[in-house]
């Protein structure tokens, strides 16, 4: 675990690390990340650079190209592309992991807005669209989980247990998720589910400025995005991705 701790240092914002920082961001005395990051340099999971920092290693990439998220991520693709194409907005497609929203990919729209999340990156459930949709279809331990820490990323997000309750109501009932500066002023975003043979495994959204007139217009190619990404992932045979 403490060389699961040391990984997990890394994320999008935090590509190169020095031993001092390694530590601080694991929680590991120096002495102990030191003698992991060699290990982990050995079995070529870490690369050491020449000035001494360190990255994560072509070893973990082909490792993290065998999870199941990535054989979705590939199967996907090419209606995501086709959802940017029609909508001009940028697309995320993004898994349940723990209490977030993990982002297998984004595609970048033509007439939207610079997004900070890129594959890799997490989002809040209870304030984005695609979290919502994960959310809404996630085990009552997860939903509690994240109903007991409403964090305020705007004034416009919803901090109020029975208000998010009565939204997961309504995204099972009408398959659509939305979100109007909850999780970043001046955004609004919709999102529909994915579903596997076990229900709800990932979730499509588009992400435009608050006062674009297309988003509404954009929905049914969501949905049809949504849907063809299922039936050919239920034809496919491959395996759901699992919420870590």
Request: aromatic share 2%; charged share 20%; proline share 6%.
């Amino acid at each position: 675990m403490r060389a699961t701790a040391v990984l997990g240092a890394f994320d999008g914002e935090h590509r190169c690390l020095t031993l001092s920082q390694l530590s601080r961001r694991s929680g590991l005395p120096l002495a102990t990340v030191h003698r992991l990051a060699a290990d982990l340099v050995e079995g070529r999971l870490l690369v050491r650079r020449g000035d001494g920092r360190y990255e994560i290693g072509a070893r973990m990439w082909r490792l993290g190209m065998l999870a199941p998220a990535t054989s979705l991520r590939e199967l996907a693709l090419p209606h995501l592309q086709d959802l940017v194409v029609a909508t001009g907005h940028t697309v995320h497609l993004a898994v349940l992991d723990g209490a977030s929203a993990l982002v297998i990919e984004r595609l970048a729209g033509t007439k939207s807005i610079p997004t900070r999340h890129t594959p890799g990156g997490r989002l809040p459930l209870h304030c984005t669209a695609v979290g919502k949709v994960l959310l809404a279809f996630a085990p009552g331990s997860v939903v509690d989980e994240v109903a007991g820490d409403l964090r305020a990323h705007t004034p416009y997000t919803v901090t109020d247990a029975r208000a998010l309750h009565r939204q997961l109501d309504h995204i099972r009932r009408t398959g659509l998720a939305r979100s109007a500066q909850e999780h970043r002023l001046g955004v609004s975003s919709v999102a529909a589910p994915i579903n596997g043979n076990d229900g709800v495994m990932a979730a499509i959204g588009l992400l435009a400025p608050l006062t674009s007139p297309r988003l509404d217009g954009a929905l049914p190619h969501l949905r049809a995005a949504a849907a063809s990404v299922s039936a050919d992932f239920l034809r496919s045979g491959l395996d759901a991705p699992s919420p870590e």
